[in-house]
Antibody, heavy 119, light 113 residues
């Protein structure tokens, strides 16, 4: 069925940087687009970014443009999210998720990694 | 940008009752005529990641019980749980993707006891 495991979360000061990683297993990673979705404590889901199966195209939510960079390494089955210039409002659980194009839906989700931006 | 509005914010029901959740899009989903295919429902329980429930507005994902059903009319989408089981008490989100950066979630509906 497939599994996604996020890592790299933690506490960082405002203006700092953090790099999240999502390790995929159990499916052909290079065949799927991948997304990051976040959820602030007690709030709803917010889409962050997506990357095509081959890494050729990336898209971002407006508030993340210029600060976040999504990337992937298909040889290592890993997805990354480089987050710079972090703000307190970036505090959230960050999930990676697989985009199943046939369903047009996020069908596999990781358990998330928590990012806290605080001084 | 298409905005998804979900109602009600909270639905208080008892096991065995029927739950009807609404998701309304601010404009027709794209592409025209088949935009409904972009509408997805997820379920999220406390402390867990979201789980895919319904895709293409009305298709159950693998392993989802048939008490869950989705329907639509124009820009109005509905998730129905025919008879609530204790494990169904959760937050439900609708989501649509129109291509490029046009990826949005609704604010969610909490179904609680």
């Amino acid at each position: 069925q497939g599994q996604l495991v996020e890592s790299g979360g933690g506490v960082v000061q405002p203006g700092g940087s953090l790099r999240l990683t999502c390790e995929a297993s159990g499916f052909i990673f290079s065949g799927y687009g991948m997304h990051w979705v976040r959820q602030a404590p007690g709030k709803g889901l917010e889409w962050v970014a997506l990357i095509w199966f081959d890494g050729s195209k990336t898209y971002y939510a407006e508030s993340m443009k210029g600060r976040f960079t999504i990337s992937r390494d298909n040889s290592k089955n890993t997805l990354n999210l480089q987050m710079n210039s972090l703000r307190p409002e970036d505090t959230a659980m960050y999930y990676c998720a697989r985009w199943e194009g046939n369903l047009r839906a996020l069908d596999i989700w990781g358990q998330g990694t928590m990012v806290t931006v605080s001084s | 940008e298409i905005v998804l509005t979900q109602s009600p914010g909270t639905l208080s029901l008892s096991p065995g009752e029927r739950a009807t959740l609404s998701c309304r899009a601010s404009q027709s989903l794209t592409p025209p005529l088949v935009g409904y295919q972009q509408l997805v429902w997820y379920q999220q329980k406390p402390g867990q990641a979201p789980r895919l429930l319904i895709y293409g507005a009305s298709n159950r994902a693998t392993g989802i019980p048939d008490r869950f059903s989705g329907s639509y009319s124009g820009t109005d989408f509905t998730l129905t749980i025919s008879r609530l089981e204790p494990e169904d008490f959760a937050v439900y989100y609708c989501q649509q993707y129109g291509g490029s950066s046009a990826f949005t979630f609704g604010p969610g509906t909490k179904v609680d006891i």
